[in-house]
């Protein structure tokens, strides 16, 4: 007998809803399907990233599928190759930045589903066509303010303003 906790999710390749976050494409493939994972693919420009930041209640895992990353996990630096693992626990300050000449890509898992995926979609810029460029501009204070309001996620330090 099928519930909706015993129901298969299928994504299609290709297939997810786009944003712009932070410079960086980000694509939902489970999104509101489910409260037990969130997950999505991010395409990171060189030297973009996410900035230090803890997430109250959420775990992240990110595995490298392009590129090479430098995750900073509370005190101490990660260089990440395509096929590493990230695994961050809630509560631990956290963040990335795409070190190589080309664009990155990671598969990002949020458990359990909700919190950051609710505050990518409130400061995100939605668009139909991922190889045009973000066109708002990031306004610092309303990411820290909707981000421990909506996210429960607390930035640590300095956010770029994509200058």
């Not at 519930?3 to 932070?22: D, K, M």
């Not at 996410?50 to 090479?68: K, N, S």
């Not at 626990?89 to 898992?109: K, Q, S, T, Y």
Request: charged letters at 15%.
């Amino acid at each position: 007998m099928e519930t909706p906790a015993l129901r298969e999710i299928y994504v299609s390749p290709g297939e997810g809803t786009n944003l712009w976050f932070l410079g960086q494409l980000v694509t939902f493939k489970i999104h509101d399907q489910s409260a037990r994972v969130g997950l999505f693919q991010l395409i990171t420009p060189p030297h973009a990233g996410i900035p230090p930041h803890c997430h109250a209640a959420q775990d992240e895992t990110h595995y490298v599928l392009q590129g090479r990353y430098e995750f900073r996990c509370a005190a101490h630096s990660l260089l990440a190759k395509p096929g590493a693992v990230i695994h961050v626990p809630a509560g631990m300050v956290h963040g990335f930045r795409n070190v190589g000449a080309d664009p990155g890509e990671l598969l990002c898992i949020a458990t359990p589903a909700g919190p950051l995926e609710r505050f990518i979609k409130a400061v995100g810029e939605a668009i139909t066509d991922p190889t045009a460029s973000p066109q708002l501009p990031l306004q610092i204070e309303r990411l820290r303010i909707v981000a421990e309001r909506i996210g429960g996620i607390e930035f640590a330090g300095h956010i770029p303003n994509g200058e």
